[in-house]
C-alpha cells in the first residue's frame, strides 16, 4: 500500500499536478508530448552522467520539454521544442539559453559541426520518429554527431540501433514514471 502510495505521489510531482487528477493528465499529456510525463529530476541526473563530457560544445537538446535535462546542460547548449506552453517557460526559466522553436528533425539534418546530441523525442508512438531516425543516420554518416544520449521505456526498443558503432544501455532509472533506459550511441 505504501509503495501505491509513493508511486502515485511520485507520479503527481512529475506531472507537476496541484489537483489530484493524475490518470486525465496521464492521458492528455500522453497525446500531447508522447510520453507518460516529464522525466523525473533521477532521469535526468541518469542522462546526464550517460554524456562522456557534459561540459563539451556543442551540445544540441532535442524536445526540452519543461527542462529536467535542460537545466544541467552546460549554457552553451542549444535546446529545441516546439510546444508553445513548453518554450515560454523554457524561454522564462533560462534567459541565458539559446532556446529555439524548431524542429529537431530540421535542427539534426542541418548540422553544420560534430555535436553531441541529447535526445527526449519520444521513439514509441511517434509517427515523426522515422524521419528524426534517418536525419541522425545522415548527419551521423556526415560525421555531424559525435555522441547521443536518449532514454526509452523498454530494453527492447533500441531506438537508434545500426547507426552508430557502439550502442550500450547505460542505465536504468526506476526512480520515474514509469522506470526508464537511457541509451548512449557513439562513433
Ligand atoms: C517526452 S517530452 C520530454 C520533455 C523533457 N525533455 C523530459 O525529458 O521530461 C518530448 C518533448 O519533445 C517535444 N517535441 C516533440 N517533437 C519535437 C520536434 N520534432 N522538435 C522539437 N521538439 C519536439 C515535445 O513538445 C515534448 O515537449
Not at 563530457?53 to 546542460?73: C, H, K, R, Y
Not at 555522441?147 to 550500450?168: A, D, R
Amino acid at each position: 500500500m505504501n509503495a501505491i502510495a509513493g508511486l502515485y505521489t511520485a507520479t503527481r510531482a512529475q506531472l507537476q499536478l496541484k489537483s489530484a487528477n493524475v490518470i486525465s493528465s496521464i492521458a492528455s499529456r500522453t497525446r500531447a508530448i508522447g510520453a507518460i510525463c516529464e522525466s523525473s529530476r533521477y532521469l535526468a541526473a541518469r542522462m546526464h552522467g550517460a554524456m562522456t563530457d557534459p561540459n563539451a560544445a556543442p551540445i544540441v537538446e532535442l524536445g526540452a520539454g519543461f527542462g529536467s535535462v535542460t537545466q544541467l546542460l552546460p549554457e552553451s547548449a542549444v535546446s529545441l521544442e516546439l510546444e508553445e506552453e513548453r518554450l515560454n517557460y523554457l524561454r522564462e526559466t533560462y534567459p541565458n539559453r539559446r532556446v529555439l522553436d524548431e524542429c529537431a528533425i530540421q535542427f539534426v539534418s542541418n548540422l553544420q559541426e560534430p555535436t553531441i546530441v541529447v535526445s527526449c523525442i519520444p521513439s514509441v508512438n511517434n509517427p515523426e520518429f522515422a524521419r528524426l531516425r534517418a536525419a541522425v543516420a545522415q548527419s551521423r554518416q556526415r560525421g555531424m554527431i559525435t555522441e547521443l544520449v536518449t532514454y526509452t521505456y523498454f530494453p527492447t526498443n533500441n531506438p537508434f540501433s545500426g547507426i552508430f558503432s557502439v550502442e550500450q544501455l547505460a542505465g536504468l532509472e526506476v526512480r520515474n514514471v514509469p522506470p526508464a533506459f537511457v541509451w548512449r550511441y557513439k562513433c
